[in-house]
């Protein structure tokens, strides 16, 4: 069964895309910001973790909850200070300054903390669900894999539902869809970037922690994941998180798939290659217009 | 409803409140700018409870703007009382709690959500829950006034017509159970025939005892219905 054993797998690592892009997708409607250190806080949460619990000795439930919170600070810190004085301020900075660098300067930053803070090995977040893997058949589950996929089920099942259901999560689409319009009802933008913001770090730095033990991470990691998830949120113009979901798990299965039929070396080129030609064959349909003209 | 007689030629401060009737809006001093570009100058104006008002004058004169300042969209300089409440600077929750809401130029609705998350939005300025919302009379009433909304309640507000979306952006202001009602050129774009029915609805939400304030840049039609007038020329308001 070696196309259901790719395909368990591609969805695995597509989830993980699927949740770096809805993170990326969902706070640019709310902030018009791309953020390209989305990876470095999951690149936190893994070495993070690690630190506090094999150099450190703290408990493991301690080192993740201090982790976690250490981002969300930070996230807000960041939020307060920087994202303030450059959209809230009295001359706003707008159009690709803003749309890209602050965010990717936050990413140099992080890498550079973590370089010093955890050092250049590959490192790894302690394993939450150890043992072998289960079989079904001739079906082979990763336990981390499923730990994973439980994760983007979890968070993506009640970050549907809050959207869905509730007023609260109309008026962060409202905020993505009309910030004036969605000023006009009371609706603080602001609040919701920063409330997005912070969310989609905890996210990252969450995914971090349970993926870390099938990857390893290095305090470079981050640029890649970031840019995986950056890629899957563009194939909807970086405003629509349910294409944002469906393109992060197409690359991962489509990625798994070459890897296991065309070649393990050259997998990831054919991918991006396939990725490419499919941008410039079908812009428009594919949301890569409205990425461009915004 | 009769039509002020200062209409059209109203000095500063004689678009003023009817005598014996409770002041919805007192605007005193009010001045707009943005950057460098003084868009509103020193506007003095009052709205009675229950009165129609109209903001009238030639496009790029600072009619918008003095509803922008006023609803708190914009900062301004100047003071604003809602029902004698001095109104926060900047601030439109503030605004739409203590009963003034707008119903902004070009709609500015949402146009990738359904007409019906549209609609429910306005109630945003007074509660977070989504059962409260859809239950409430404001709600109700604001879906109500429409039938012509209901078999699109479903469907995207970027598909429908310039008139059906004018419509979704007063349901809107209603949901937000409104006492003053402030309207930026509601016509604008409309056929003939459809500006009538805005005009229709918005006699409809007046007759309801809401205090209107309409900008138009051609005042017969909102003469029509408005009772005062407030002339806005090159941003200063009430002198003709």
Redesign the interface.
Same mark, same amino acid.
């Given at each position: 069964m070696k196309f259901g054993n790719l395909l368990i797998a591609g969805i695995t690592t597509g989830s993980i895309y699927a949740m770096f892009a809805v993170c990326v997708s969902v706070w640019y409607r709310v902030s018009n910001i791309l953020n390209l250190a989305v990876g470095d806080f999951a690149m936190v949460g893994a070495l993070g973790v690690d630190n506090l619990y094999r150099v450190k000795g703290l408990p493991l439930p301690v080192a993740i909850i201090t982790t976690l919170v250490v981002v969300a600070v930070f996230a807000y810190l960041y939020d307060q200070v920087v994202l303030r004085i450059a959209q809230d301020g009295r001359r706003p900075i707008e159009g690709i300054v803003i749309t890209f660098f602050f965010t990717f300067a936050l990413s140099f930053f992080i890498d550079g903390v973590a370089k010093v803070l955890f050092g250049t090995d590959v490192h790894a977040a302690p394993t939450l669900w150890s043992g072998p893997a289960l079989t079904l058949g001739s079906l082979n589950f990763e336990r981390a894999g499923l730990l994973v996929l439980a994760c983007a089920v979890i968070i993506g099942g009640a970050f549907w539902l809050y959207i869905r259901f509730t007023l609260g999560g109309k008026a962060l689409e409202a905020s993505g869809e009309n910030s004036l319009g969605a000023r006009i009802v009371g609706i603080d933008t602001r609040q919701y970037r920063r409330l997005i913001f912070i969310g989609t770090a905890v996210i990252a730095a969450l995914f971090g922690i349970v993926e870390s033990p099938i990857t390893g991470f290095t305090y470079l990691s981050g640029a890649t994941i970031s840019l995986t998830g950056f890629l899957a949120a563009a194939y909807g113009g970086f405003r629509k998180p349910g294409r944002a979901l469906v393109a992060g798990l197409f690359i991962g299965v489509l990625e798994a798939m070459l890897g296991g039929y065309v070649s393990a070396e050259y997998g990831d080129t054919v991918l991006y290659a396939i990725l490419a030609a499919a941008i410039l064959a079908w812009p428009r349909a594919l949301g890569f217009e409205s990425a461009v003209s915004g | 409803m009769t039509q002020s007689s200062a209409a059209g030629t109203a000095p500063e401060g004689t678009a003023g409140p009817r005598p014996g009737a409770g002041v919805a809006l007192a605007v005193t001093g009010l001045s707009v700018a943005y950057g460098n570009v003084v868009a509103v100058h020193d506007a003095t104006f009052a709205v009675a409870e229950g009165d129609a008002c109209a903001i009238t004058g030639p496009n790029g004169n600072g009619k918008s703007s003095i509803l922008m300042g006023v609803?708190g969209?914009v900062r301004r300089r100047g003071e604003v009382t809602i029902f004698g409440t001095p109104a926060r600077n900047g601030d439109?929750?503030w605004a $739409? !709690?203590h009963g003034l809401t @707008?119903v902004?130029e070009r !709609?500015? @609705?949402?146009?990738? @959500?359904p007409v019906a998350?549209n609609i +429910? @939005?306005?109630?945003?300025?007074w509660? !977070?829950? +989504?059962g409260k $919302?859809r239950r409430s009379d404001a709600y109700g009433r604001a879906v109500d006034l429409f039938p012509e909304l209901k078999p699109h309640l479903k469907q995207l507000a970027g598909t429908l017509s310039g008139g059906q979306q004018q419509m979704v952006a007063i349901a !809107?202001g209603l949901a937000?159970n409104p006492k003053i009602l402030a309207v930026d050129e509601p016509c604008l774009g409309l056929a003939e025939a459809v500006a009538k029915r805005v005009y229709d609805v918005l006699a409809q939400i007046h007759a309801a005892g809401t205090t209107l304030i309409i900008v138009e840049e051609a005042p017969r039609r909102a003469l029509t219905l408005c009772n005062r007038r407030v002339e806005v020329r090159n941003g200063m308001a009430g002198a003709a």
């Amino acid at each position: 069964m070696k196309f259901g054993n790719l395909l368990i797998a591609g969805i695995t690592t597509g989830s993980i895309y699927a949740m770096f892009a809805v993170c990326v997708s969902v706070w640019y409607r709310v902030s018009n910001i791309l953020n390209l250190a989305v990876g470095d806080f999951a690149m936190v949460g893994a070495l993070g973790v690690d630190n506090l619990y094999r150099v450190k000795g703290l408990p493991l439930p301690v080192a993740i909850i201090t982790t976690l919170v250490v981002v969300a600070v930070f996230a807000y810190l960041y939020d307060q200070v920087v994202l303030r004085i450059a959209q809230d301020g009295r001359r706003p900075i707008e159009g690709i300054v803003i749309t890209f660098f602050f965010t990717f300067a936050l990413s140099f930053f992080i890498d550079g903390v973590a370089k010093v803070l955890f050092g250049t090995d590959v490192h790894a977040a302690p394993t939450l669900w150890s043992g072998p893997a289960l079989t079904l058949g001739s079906l082979n589950f990763e336990r981390a894999g499923l730990l994973v996929l439980a994760c983007a089920v979890i968070i993506g099942g009640a970050f549907w539902l809050y959207i869905r259901f509730t007023l609260g999560g109309k008026a962060l689409e409202a905020s993505g869809e009309n910030s004036l319009g969605a000023r006009i009802v009371g609706i603080d933008t602001r609040q919701y970037r920063r409330l997005i913001f912070i969310g989609t770090a905890v996210i990252a730095a969450l995914f971090g922690i349970v993926e870390s033990p099938i990857t390893g991470f290095t305090y470079l990691s981050g640029a890649t994941i970031s840019l995986t998830g950056f890629l899957a949120a563009a194939y909807g113009g970086f405003r629509k998180p349910g294409r944002a979901l469906v393109a992060g798990l197409f690359i991962g299965v489509l990625e798994a798939m070459l890897g296991g039929y065309v070649s393990a070396e050259y997998g990831d080129t054919v991918l991006y290659a396939i990725l490419a030609a499919a941008i410039l064959a079908w812009p428009r349909a594919l949301g890569f217009e409205s990425a461009v003209s915004g | 409803m009769t039509q002020s007689s200062a209409a059209g030629t109203a000095p500063e401060g004689t678009a003023g409140p009817r005598p014996g009737a409770g002041v919805a809006l007192a605007v005193t001093g009010l001045s707009v700018a943005y950057g460098n570009v003084v868009a509103v100058h020193d506007a003095t104006f009052a709205v009675a409870e229950g009165d129609a008002c109209a903001i009238t004058g030639p496009n790029g004169n600072g009619k918008s703007s003095i509803l922008m300042g006023v609803t708190g969209m914009v900062r301004r300089r100047g003071e604003v009382t809602i029902f004698g409440t001095p109104a926060r600077n900047g601030d439109v929750k503030w605004a $739409a !709690r203590h009963g003034l809401t @707008l119903v902004p130029e070009r !709609r500015q @609705l949402y146009p990738e @959500l359904p007409v019906a998350d549209n609609i +429910i @939005l306005g109630c945003y300025t007074w509660t !977070r829950s +989504i059962g409260k $919302a859809r239950r409430s009379d404001a709600y109700g009433r604001a879906v109500d006034l429409f039938p012509e909304l209901k078999p699109h309640l479903k469907q995207l507000a970027g598909t429908l017509s310039g008139g059906q979306q004018q419509m979704v952006a007063i349901a !809107r202001g209603l949901a937000a159970n409104p006492k003053i009602l402030a309207v930026d050129e509601p016509c604008l774009g409309l056929a003939e025939a459809v500006a009538k029915r805005v005009y229709d609805v918005l006699a409809q939400i007046h007759a309801a005892g809401t205090t209107l304030i309409i900008v138009e840049e051609a005042p017969r039609r909102a003469l029509t219905l408005c009772n005062r007038r407030v002339e806005v020329r090159n941003g200063m308001a009430g002198a003709a």
